[in-house]
């Protein structure tokens, strides 16, 4: 398999990964502006972009995700949560549900918490092994550190989500299992990452110091000390959601 990690403005990660053999690519987290980069890096993988997903809808940063999967003619997933949200047609992810890109497989696990919507993706090379490889954790799990729970207001009723989300989910995982998070370092979605873009789900549950905290402690730790809030936040949500404040942006997704 092919796989690449973007950096991108606001301390994004996004990605872009696929099956060489099989000449198919998934696109993942795409921040509006880098549509090309994701042309390009998957033309010189000698791929079709086949899927592009966003882990949830963000409240941080304008999404790259629908125009990139307009001009590729790919579908562009989201959460099924999101139908009846959104001002445009998507094809919606249930949890448990597989994607398929030639060997490489994604299942999808619903983890609300950061947001309602929040999904992680586990993915496998079946060229390598049946088993899974790694997980995208989104805004669910960063290396060091989980997603910020307050963005969709309810702060404590939703990080009691994250910590079923993360305990009954994501830790159920092989600890082997690498993980790539949606953001690193400098972030706005969470507190206290660490600029290392990538862990594994054994390494975290060992040393994220999150991950020991019973449910009732890790609530309060998770509300105790919020971030300050994207700048922006209700304008964000709504032009990714394509309502109105969609109408007045440049093509790359910047506001005019
Ligand atoms: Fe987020």
């Known amino acids: ?21 099989q000449r198919k ?3 993942v987290d795409v921040v509006a502006g880098d549509e090309d980069w994701f042309v390009s890096a998957a033309r010189d ?22 125009a990139l999967a307009q001009r ?10 999101n139908l009846g949200r ?3 047609a998507f094809s919606p992810l249930h949890d448990g549900q597989r994607l398929e890109a030639g060997n490489v497989l994604v299942d999808v696990l619903h983890t609300p918490g950061h947001t309602p919507d929040s999904i ?10 049946d088993e899974p490889w ?10 060091g550190a989980v997603g910020r729970p307050d963005l969709a207001g309810q702060e404590r009723e939703m990080a009691a989500q994250l910590h079923a989300s993360l305990h009954e989910r994501l830790l159920k995982l092989a600890p082997e299992l690498e993980i790539y998070p949606g953001h690193q370092a400098g972030s706005v979605c969470g507190a206290g990452l660490s600029g290392k873009p990538a862990s594994t789900i054994g390494f975290e549950r060992r040393f994220n110091p999150l ?8 609530v309060d730790a998770l509300t105790a000390v919020v971030p300050a809030r994207p700048a922006e936040l209700a304008r964000i949500v709504e032009t990714n959601l394509g309502g109105p404040a969609s109408q007045s942006l440049a093509p790359h997704g910047r506001q005019v």
């Open 1 to 21: 398999m092919f796989f690449q990690q973007r950096p991108g403005i606001d301390a994004t990660l996004s990605y872009l990964f696929g099956c060489a053999g």
């Open 25 to 27: 690519a998934v696109a």
């Open 120 to 129: 992680c993706l586990v993915v496998r090379d079946l060229r390598r092994a």
């Open 72 to 81: 590729v003619g790919a579908p562009y997933h989201l959460h099924e949560s």
């Open 86 to 88: 959104t001002h445009f």
């Open 134 to 143: 790694f997980v995208l954790t989104g805004d669910t799990l960063f290396v």
């Open 45 to 66: 993988a000698g791929a079709d972009i086949v899927h592009v997903i966003d882990t949830h809808v963000h409240a941080d940063h304008y999404s790259g995700g629908r």
């Open 211 to 218: 991950l020991s905290l019973p449910r009732g402690a890790f």
